[in-house]
């Protein structure tokens, strides 16, 4: 799962900012004035903007350079030692603005709902050498990386210029560009891979009214041709649509799930989708992650990060929901749903007509060498062919059913007579476990497997044990007892 890929090194410039919580409760209205009287119970802060995209970058595994300005403040301060709370993230190429106010976003909230946001901030365009400096640092931190994030809150760290620098010299160095936009003309993003608008933000910049997911992929289409690159159009509670050059389009639901602030929601999906390409997954994986990444961000209150464990526990959550004896179609579905996951696929195959300690073994094995199990089943009719007359002693339908009930197993399908190598190119899995004493000819596996970069796993199995034996033994009882 998630604990088992190699995340890269991530460069994330962009609006950093300080997000403070007052927490408490309101008893009364104000005699001052028909307002609520928070009765403050706790107070906090933590990083926001494209701080908080780095930390949750971190958060699932990334090393992270973030890049922004911060001025020589008691809230720059503050922001510094919050960001610092978090492993892996380098700090030292922040900017020091003199004269220039941090950022902050202070939320008044209570009983789980915000009653009030007060921003502080003093917006100025920075000179021309504060943004060399911006990208000076942006190079010199492109050494080594895997990505390159632009998270833009319109306040001022990515200007024209400094944009269209950054990208040519990431694109030189072959570093992927994602960016979140703020701004209605996405010509100055020319080069980047991804943008990441919101509903909103893609029409305006569209100028198309986005409903439902034919408008999306029409201002995705749009805007694409501005920059030249993907576009993922995030739309809250109808999910994302990602449209890719390439033809391919993904409209990704969102998960239902109890909301409580979607303060930052859009950062962690940009982190998410910036961690899982550094990993070398690809963009439609990652975003399918991205989308239970931020369902888990949006039940927690304030700006929050996720974990690659919480992440991890979620798809499994997710893809546990999949399963039984399932249609090879159906199987096929289930399984891209699971690779976009970025699960491991386990294939092997039997009759399994008595299941046997044998068979116990052979699938626990199976099941240790990747993240799901599929079991295909022969065919009643394949099993009288290859097992002989008295074979199977029960119906495919009553083997589907016991395998499927077992613990290591997640999905069952069925393969008639000589369609078994067709079924293993349908689902294509990662790594293909037989039993030692199997044939070729019984299990199609090395020219498929390798062809598709997968592996073959053979399994020694346990002597003594099998269904010939037990049906000879149950024969024999048999005969005794006349």
């Not at 289409?221 to 994302?240: N, P």
């Not at 991205?290 to 369902?295: N, V």
């Amino acid at each position: 799962m998630l604990e088992s890929l190699h995340f890269g090194k991530i460069v994330v410039i962009g609006d950093v900012m300080l997000d403070c919580y007052v927490a408490g409760n309101v008893e009364r209205i104000s005699p001052e004035a028909p307002v609520p009287v928070v009765r403050q119970s706790r107070r906090s802060a933590v990083p926001g903007g494209a701080a908080n995209v780095a930390i949750n970058a971190a958060a699932l595994g990334c090393s992270v350079t973030l890049i922004g300005a911060v001025g020589p403040d008691d809230i720059g301060m503050s922001l510094r030692n919050a960001i610092s709370s978090h492993s892996h993230i380098d700090l030292s190429m922040l900017v020091e603005v003199p004269g220039w106010s941090t950022i902050s976003k202070t939320r008044i909230i209570s009983s789980g709902q915000q009653i009030v946001r007060v921003d502080a901030e003093y917006l100025i365009d920075f000179d021309d050498a504060i943004r060399r400096t911006l990208i000076a640092r942006t190079i010199a931190a492109l050494e080594g990386a895997s990505v390159l994030v632009c998270s833009d809150y319109a306040k001022g760290v990515l200007s024209r210029d400094v944009v269209s620098a950054i990208i040519k010299e990431a694109r030189a160095r072959g570093i992927p560009v994602i960016v979140d936009p703020k701004t209605r003309d996405f010509t100055c993003y020319a080069g980047a891979r991804l943008i990441t608008p919101n509903r909103s933000e893609a029409t305006l910049a569209s100028g198309l009214t986005i409903c439902g997911d034919a408008d999306a992929e029409q201002a995705a289409a749009l805007l694409s041709g501005q920059f030249g690159g993907d576009v993922l159009i995030t739309r809250s509670e109808d999910g994302m649509t990602l449209w890719q050059r390439n033809g391919n389009i993904l409209h990704q639901p969102a998960r239902k799930t109890e909301v409580f602030d979607v303060s930052g929601a859009g950062d962690t999906v940009l982190a998410t989708i910036a961690a899982m390409l550094s990993a070398g997954q690809d963009l439609e994986t990652a975003v399918v992650i991205a989308t239970h990444a931020a369902s888990l961000a949006i039940r927690k209150i304030g700006t929050a990060t996720v974990s690659c464990e919480e992440l991890t526990h979620a798809l499994n959550e997710d893809a546990a929901a999949n399963g039984g004896v399932v249609s090879l179609e159906r199987a096929k579905s289930i399984v891209a749903g699971w690779r976009r996951r970025g699960l491991s696929i386990v294939f092997t195959s039997g009759c399994f007509d008595i299941v046997h300690p044998g068979h116990i073994a052979l699938l626990r094995a199976a099941a240790t060498e990747g993240d799901r199990l599929i079991v295909a089943l022969s065919s009643d009719a394949s099993a009288f062919h290859h097992k002989g007359p008295t074979r199977p002693m029960q119906s495919k339908d009553a083997r589907g059913l016991v395998v499927s009930a077992l613990r290591d197993v997640d999905l069952v399908v069925f393969f008639d007579e000589g369609t078994l190598q067709q079924t293993i190119e349908a689902l294509l899995p990662d790594v293909l476990v037989k039993g030692i004493d199997c044939s070729e000819d019984q299990v199609v596996v090395d020219d498929i497997m390798k062809a598709a970069g997968g592996r073959v796993v053979g399994v020694n199995l346990i002597e003594g044990y099998s269904v010939t034996q037990i049906v000879r033994k149950m024969q024999s009882e048999k005969l005794g007892n006349f």
